[in-house]
């Protein structure tokens, strides 16, 4: 029944079978040990999650398990059909910090306490037959299936068995993978083919299943999960949801030109069909995957790596339609990204996948957590108005306690408590570090294992030093670097400071192939200086701009630093930008300093257009310098203004 053994021994979100097709394969038991993404995760583990239960409570979503069950008495409450994921999401969180804590020997015993009591209301809503939905369960909506545009039954589904998987690698246990097993069970035996003998011929509008039910084939070996996956894959594109975009239902994946309609439902699919082309070796879906991303990369990617270009459908938008103010890029969405490119870099090996990774990692992803890992951004927007007020919420440029629709608190928790498994891969011929973080990667070369360290201050400093520690006896393999698409100067030299001679710059990769012997180090250096940047000139919104990146980090100036406000702000890109260490600020960063001025307002009676002239250098107003902080870290002291894009006249 099983067309591959279950999954080898990696321990992440993404864990292949023996037999599957791709190039590359997730670092064994990978650990991050210190520095940038460390203490990121830090906060994740310290703040994030344990807040987690208390606000579940809070919101309603544990009382709605209990009503499913029947153990307490009430009406549902919160406005979604898809609250359930919310708890699965944290659960997923949880488990993979029960394997980090478990690596570290930390203390586990109040999370798990809390995880196993979660589970176990899970586990007591479930019905008999295996279906589980607190909001169809509590008496909402026309019954089971009847609304698979917005009931998001399959949806809830995906992400509970995601946290399942997660938990049984995480801990052993087997208590949710059973639930899930069930439900997935159930749905198997409820859609289907026309001529299946199965009652429902359709899908959910909202992805997600398609993407957990291969990585529940690959914990189970059971094909049937697998076979599961690939026909809600194939039945998008012909017509159960009239044919709309919004519902990934226009046009069939394998015939797609390019990624539409809601954001995050298209790229849980599109990492689906990842899977899918990694495990059955399908070129055409494969080549369908490359495609998308392709176009969603090249235009209708935002600088941060967000996506979503609208709020009204949380769409992407048409090519090059990337606008700051009104930009959408959902944090939800970020994450799916990085979902979506990691199978991709895995199944190809190319180095590009992991380029945007890092680049939405840093900036469109990590700006949905505060500093604090007490508040959110569900909204990642490139430009706020001076003086911008409100009260916060679902789709404000305000950071929030949690929100009604709570999709990206805990979406963000389990991917940073399972980042590690995105940093490094291995093929059998060595070892490929994709992310840069101090820590420990293991691979597989000449049957034997592998095993380096990175020890580097990233992205503060471009120095990263890699040091073999464990290798087989006198059998070459290989060392790749990725060298990131924004660099522009490195330099890669043996410890002693000597060139490393046996380099080959593949196609973003910098390959070094030699026998190893464990003490062997080898350093990268990148340079980090700051730069300004141009979005291709179809990007209407930011003709006559310029941004300031420094190495992978997107940089924006506040309002917080520039009390005069950022409206009438201009950059001057004839002086040089400047580096400088602030360690007093925003929890420690390197901050760019720019030169500018004011641009002095014409005098306007009532009408704000007038008369094409000229620029009168008079009009310049008075100059300022301008202090430009890391995206990530925006919205983290007082509202008001925020700029990515600054103009230049």
Not at 21 to 29: E, G
Request: hydrophobic share 40%; with cysteine.
């Amino acid at each position: 029944m099983s067309r591959t053994s279950p999954a080898t021994s990696a321990t992440g979100p993404v864990r292949f079978g023996s037999q599957a097709r791709a190039v590359l394969r997730p670092s064994v038991a990978p650990t991050v040990t210190a520095g940038f993404w460390h203490e990121r995760r830090r906060i994740n583990a310290r703040v994030g999650i344990p807040q987690g239960p208390r606000l579940l409570e809070s919101a309603g979503n544990l009382h709605n398990l209990r009503l499913a069950a029947g153990s307490v008495e009430g009406v549902f409450v919160g406005d979604y059909p898809f609250q359930d994921t919310d708890v699965y999401k944290w659960l997923e969180a949880a488990s993979w910090q029960l394997a980090q804590d478990a690596v570290a020997a930390g203390d586990t015993t109040s999370l798990a306490a809390e995880v196993d009591r979660i589970i176990a209301l899970v586990a007591a809503a479930q019905q008999e037959d295996g279906y589980l939905n607190t909001w169809f369960q509590s008496g909402k909506g026309e019954g089971r299936y009847s609304d698979l545009r917005w009931g998001h039954e399959l949806y809830c589904a995906g992400h509970l068995i995601q946290a399942a998987v997660a938990h049984h690698r995480a801990t052993g246990g087997e208590g949710l993978l059973d639930v899930a097993r069930r439900f997935a069970d159930h749905i198997d035996a409820m859609f289907g083919p026309e001529g299946s003998g199965k009652p429902l011929d359709t899908f959910d509008a909202h992805p997600e299943v398609e993407t957990a039910l291969a990585e529940l084939y690959r914990e189970t070996g059971d094909e049937r999960y697998l076979d599961l996956a690939a026909y809600f894959v194939d039945r998008h594109g012909h017509g159960a949801h009239g044919g709309e975009i919004y519902c990934q239902d226009r046009v069939p994946l394998r015939d797609a030109e390019t990624v539409e309609g809601h954001a995050v439902r298209q790229l849980y699919l599109l990492a689906g069909a990842a899977d899918l082309a990694t495990e059955t070796g399908e070129e055409a879906i494969a080549q369908a995957s490359a495609r998308l991303w392709h176009a969603m990369a090249a235009t209708k990617t935002h600088l941060t790596g967000g996506v979503g270009a609208h709020h009204d459908k949380e769409d992407f938008g048409d090519p090059f339609e990337l606008p700051n103010e009104r930009a959408y890029c959902e944090t939800c969405a970020a994450i799916a990204s990085i979902q979506f490119s990691w199978r991709m870099a895995l199944l190809t090996g190319q180095a590009r996948y992991s380029d945007l990774i890092e680049r939405t990692l840093f900036n469109g992803f990590l700006a949905g957590m505060s500093l604090d890992g007490e508040s959110w951004l569900y909204v990642n927007p490139l430009q706020v108005r001076d003086g911008y007020q409100d009260a916060g919420g679902d789709q404000s440029s305000r950071r929030t306690r949690w929100f009604r629709c709570a999709c990206c608190p805990p979406n963000v928790m389990r991917l940073l408590a399972s980042l590690e498994h995105y940093l490094a891969s291995t093929d059998g011929r060595g070892l490929q570090i994709h992310q840069y973080a101090t820590g420990r990667f293991q691979g597989e070369a000449a049957a034997s294992a592998i095993d380096v360290s990175v020890n580097t201050d990233y992205p503060w400093n471009g120095r990263i030093a890699v040091t073999v520690e464990r290798t087989p006896d006198d059998a070459p393999w290989t060392l790749s670097l990725r060298l990131p698409q924004w660099c522009a100067e490195y330099a890669l030299a043996h410890a002693d400071g000597t060139p490393v001679s046996e380099v080959v710059v593949d196609d973003g990769w910098l390959r070094v192939e030699r026998v190893w012997a464990p003490g062997d180090r080898i350093v990268l250096d990148l340079s980090l200086a700051p730069r300004l940047v141009v979005a291709d000139p179809r990007v209407d919104a930011v003709r006559g701009c310029v941004a300031i990146e420094g190495g992978p980090l997107v940089y924006c100036v506040e309002q917080a630093d520039h009390p005069g406000g950022l409206d009438d702000v201009v950059i001057d890109t004839t002086v040089p930008l400047t580096a400088k260490e602030r360690p007093d600020l925003l929890g420690g960063v390197t901050t760019v300093v720019a030169a500018g001025y004011r641009r002095t307002p014409p005098q306007v009676a009532w009408w704000p257009y007038q008369g094409h002239a000229a620029p009168d250098a008079g009009a310049l107003g008075a100059a300022l310098e301008l202090t430009a902080v890391p995206y990530y870290a925006w919205a983290n002291r007082t509202t008001g203004g925020m700029r990515v894009w600054l103009p230049t006249d």
